[in-house]
């Protein structure tokens, strides 16, 4: 259990999607020993990565770029960050004007448009290089990026959803911690509710959550856990329809209004409340939110796994991966860059802030003992046991659309205009016209 402190503010991970960061960042950034020289020397190749990561994940790529370039004195990498919001968009935009990067960080939702655009470069031939050990990736991690016999890409942060919670709260309340509690089977979520509404302070100067579910007011994802929980889901297996209208849907809405409207125990929507600031019990997030937790100082915390539902506990999986692209001038060395980075010393020297797609990396002490990190037994118990459990939210083409419609059902639950059913039924009937679209 760590002690913690007010740090930085809740900042933005990649949607869950996957569990990486933006600090606003853009535009170029010169990397590797050799980017301050310019265009490079007469007959070098020059590679283009493109991602979206704050500061210090660049610190972490300018260290493996330089050992790139080390290996590869022909091969010289610079190194672009795009605020998040914007990624998507400009991919396709470059996309349309044959003007892609070599290599590019991909989160879960993009690739099924990547993947109908024809854009992304195969590298099933990884499969037959024994020492890049292809068989060394979970193999679910992997399913995102299959299209056939094809391998469009390769994960390298694969953190699934987890529950942080304040410690200091759950002992001043009197409460058993969630992780004993689920190590006990218990930890459902009628207990994880009743927790919330027991340790909720409505006194004005000392204003106290049970729970936050949201990182931000569009973030909905990591409700769907409840009706994973149950056996449903937000959309049907082959995400032709939308599903989360029926009874565990509906239940997911109405745990949310009461603990918005009746038991005031989840902030309203346009609350800016951060776990960090230790007025919040319980803050369900990807893994990848442990690189701000680590700077807590002023209470202790920890993670536990998401609360269990009839079929046990049912996390969401966010997921960013790498990707080369078929229009590179150089398709060779984009390969080469991007096998660097996703083998096991690349994946080793991510996963500060990712969680590992590689069973090496994953079970390391290097990934598992970092400074200030939970402990070993939650860190076992809330994301390496989970995982294989995990499910990762699947894109769509029109995504984004759906989206809308979504968050559309949110602005009626959060402004009390409909009755769940009644709103779910609307979100329903918008989502599978979308869905029919052709």
Known sequence: MKKAKLAIPLTLMVAFTIGCSNSGSSGSAGTGAEASNGSGQKGEVELKFMMWGNQAHMDVYNKLIDGFQQENPGIRVTMESVPFADYQQKISVLAAGKSLPDVAWVAERMVPQFMDNGILADVSEFKDDAEFNLGDFIPSTLDLFRDGDKLLGLPFSTPPVVMFYNKTLFDKAGLTDPNTLAKEGKWTWAEFEKSAQAIASKDAQNRVYGANFFRDWTNWVTLSSYSWSNGSGPFNKEITEFTWNDQYGVETFQMLERMMFTDESH?????????????????????????????????????????????????????????????????????????????????????????????????????????NNPSKEHILQAVIDEMPKARILPGHVRWQNIDNAILQGFDRLFGKVAPAEDNLKKVADEVNAIMQMQ
Do not use: C
Request: no cysteine.
């Open 267 to 371: 902030p309203k929507a346009g609350e800016q409340v951060g776990f960090d600031a230790g007025n919040v019990a319980m803050f369900f997030d990807v893994y990848s939110y442990v690189s701000k937790a680590r700077e807590i100082k002023d209470f202790e915390w920890s993670i536990a796994p998401t609360p269990s539902g009839s079929q046990g506990s049912v996390p969401m999986l966010g997921q960013a991966g790498y990707a080369a692209f078929n229009d590179s001038k150089h398709p060779e060395e984009s390969k080469k860059l991007l096998k660097y980075f996703a083998s096991q010393e690349g994946i080793q020297a991510t996963s500060t802030y990712f969680v590992p797609p590689r069973t090496t990396v994953l079970n390391s002490d290097e990934f598992i003992n970092q400074p």
